[in-house]
């Protein structure tokens, strides 16, 4: 059977984080209760990052990262324009983002954020800790476009 897409993931989790996210808010405050969120969403990110990595033989380089990530994309959730693939190096737009649909719908936009486009650098940091994302603008956060930006340090053993 094939996995659910994640947009329809993140709609799930969302459903049944966002009445605890409010009780949150209601007893600590809505500075506390994204402090909250966005460490266990992180920290989750890292994980899947790490089973991301898991699930191939291939290198765990950027060429197989944007190969690994498509299931992010499924349901016409993201459409990217791609500008640069190679194995140290991940170039891309995304110019749609349903993510950012779904949680507006869901009277979510605020906390958007915290539940896609801030896990993105963990997911990396579990899946190869030598990739960094550099991303200026994204769609959630009112840009026209999310700016992805991946890079694969060269680590000391490196040539």
């Not at 009445?19 to 402090?35: D, H, K, T, W």
């Not at 994204?138 to 026209?144: L, Q």
């Amino acid at each position: 059977m094939d996995e659910l897409p994640i947009l329809e993931v993140r709609r799930i989790e969302a459903n049944i984080i966002k009445p605890i996210y409010e009780e949150m808010v209601n007893e600590l405050g809505e500075a506390r209760a994204q402090e909250i969120l966005t460490t266990a969403i992180n920290k989750d990110a890292v994980r899947q990052g790490a089973a991301l990595a898991a699930s191939t033989d291939e290198p765990n380089n950027l060429e197989t990262f944007s190969t690994l990530t498509t299931r992010w994309s499924k349901g016409d959730a993201l459409k990217k324009d791609f500008l640069h693939v190679a194995e140290d190096k991940l170039d891309f737009n995304v110019v749609r983002c349903r993510y950012a649909e779904v949680y507006a719908e869901m009277g979510l936009a605020h906390i958007g954020t915290i539940l896609s486009c801030g896990r993105d650098g963990s997911l990396c940091e579990g899946y190869n800790p030598d990739v960094t994302l550099t991303r200026t603008q994204t769609i959630m956060g009112g840009a026209p476009h999310c700016d992805f930006r991946f890079t694969m340090n060269k680590t000391d053993g490196d040539d």
